[in-house]
């Protein structure tokens, strides 16, 4: 029969085996304003992100990795910066992406909320090759951190047990294109051009997915939160990271049903449909359709014969745009 003590033992290491060495995340966008597809208090929604990853962060006591978009515009109000200070798990270390920068530029860093939050030590930051990451597992990393309009460079030398990360904020997709004429590399290109790397997690597509090819991984966190009416369906997510077998797991977020509305798209789809069927009547009625707004509302007015009192409102109207 095991001993107690030796049983208490393996039970505590098979636990300890359990935890993730790292929680990566991105495209966090906190912001202060309300998302127009959103019906709920979106501030408070994004307070319980946080507090979930708070708790997984202390549950696993590993660091959180950001690639990028931590903020969703990079000069928030004094109000929202102390909010966010308030609500960030501890140990977190991030890149910037091209949210985080005044004109995108990674030279006005220095300006941003983003260093407020590196100066009172809220998050770690760092550019190019950073100094080790471990912790009392026995994990240890090198982290590569490549910031928005950075591109990654294979590293020279590989240090036995030392995973190599590359952490960026560069678009890459898997199964489909994100956008029509996307110029920008799939996930299995980058895998086999930056293959110094066992892991290479990014930001900027807010659709989350992962790739692997003969062993490295390629991790896209995708988006906090639901930010736009076509993310209904989003589930919102971090991955544990485990260095030992350079794999990761999916955390849920949880989620709030009916809380995303198309009204403001069926409206502008409405209005829309209201143009273009004034603009056809226009034509049934022989007015010709020119590049300016003005001469075809005067033409209009004109053949239409509209009142005087009626022209002078719309052209103040007008002028006053």
Same mark, same amino acid.
């Given at each position: 029969m095991e001993p107690e003590g030796e049983a208490q033992r393996k039970g505590k290491q098979e636990e300890e085996e359990m935890k993730a060495d790292l929680i990566l995340a991105a495209d966090i966008h906190l912001r202060e304003d309300t998302p127009v597809c959103r019906t709920d208090d979106y501030l408070e929604a994004q307070k319980k992100k946080l507090l979930e990853l708070r708790h997984l962060q202390e549950?696993?006591?590993?660091?959180?990795?950001?690639?990028?978009?931590?903020?969703?515009?990079?000069?928030?109000?004094?109000?929202?910066?102390?909010?966010?200070?308030?609500?960030l798990p501890d140990n977190i270390w991030m890149i910037p992406g091209q949210h985080d920068l005044?004109?995108?530029?990674?030279? /006005?860093?220095?300006?941003?909320?983003?260093?407020?939050?590196?100066?009172? #030590?809220? +998050?770690?930051?760092?550019?190019?090759?950073?100094?080790?990451?471990?912790?009392?597992?026995?994990f240890s990393a090198v982290l590569y951190a490549y910031?928005?309009?950075d591109k990654p460079s294979n590293?020279?030398?590989?240090?036995?047990?030392?995973?190599?990360?590359?952490?960026?904020?560069?678009?890459?997709?898997k199964k489909q294109k994100p956008f029509?004429?996307?110029?920008?590399?799939?996930?299995?290109?980058?895998?086999?051009k930056y293959d110094g790397f066992d892991l290479i997690v990014t930001g900027d597509n807010h659709l989350p997915f992962t790739d692997e090819y003969?062993?490295?991984?390629?991790?896209?966190?995708?988006?906090?939160?639901?930010?736009?009416?076509?993310?209904?369906?989003?589930?919102?997510?971090?991955?544990?990271?485990?260095?030992? /077998?350079?794999?990761?797991?999916?955390?849920?977020?949880?989620?709030?049903? #009916?809380? +995303?509305t198309r009204e403001h798209i069926e409206s502008k789809e409405e209005r829309n449909e209201r143009v273009s069927a004034f603009v056809e009547s226009l034509k049934e009625k022989?007015?010709?359709?020119?590049?300016?707004?003005?001469?075809?509302?005067?033409?209009?007015?004109?053949?239409s014969k509209t009142k005087k009192e009626v022209k002078k409102i719309v052209w103040e109207a007008v002028n006053t745009q």
């Open positions: 549950e696993h006591n590993c660091p959180i990795i950001v690639a990028g978009d931590l903020f969703h515009k990079w000069n928030p109000s004094l109000y929202f910066l102390s909010w966010s200070i308030q609500n005044k004109n995108h530029n990674p030279e /006005t860093f220095s300006r941003t909320a983003s260093s407020v939050l590196q100066a009172i #030590g809220t +998050i770690k930051l760092d550019r190019g090759r950073s100094s080790h990451i471990g912790d009392p597992r026995g910031w928005y309009g590293p020279r030398r590989r240090e036995k047990g030392v995973r190599r990360i590359a952490v960026c904020h560069m678009m890459t997709w029509p004429g996307c110029k920008e590399d799939n996930a299995r290109k980058l895998l086999k003969e062993g490295r991984l390629l991790v896209n966190p995708g988006s906090m939160m639901r930010m736009t009416a076509d993310q209904a369906d989003h589930k919102p997510r971090v991955y544990l990271y485990y260095a030992k /077998t350079n794999t990761v797991k999916p955390f849920y977020f949880y989620i709030k049903k #009916g809380v +995303i022989g007015t010709e359709i020119g590049l300016s707004f003005e001469e075809n509302l005067k033409e209009h007015m004109s053949k």
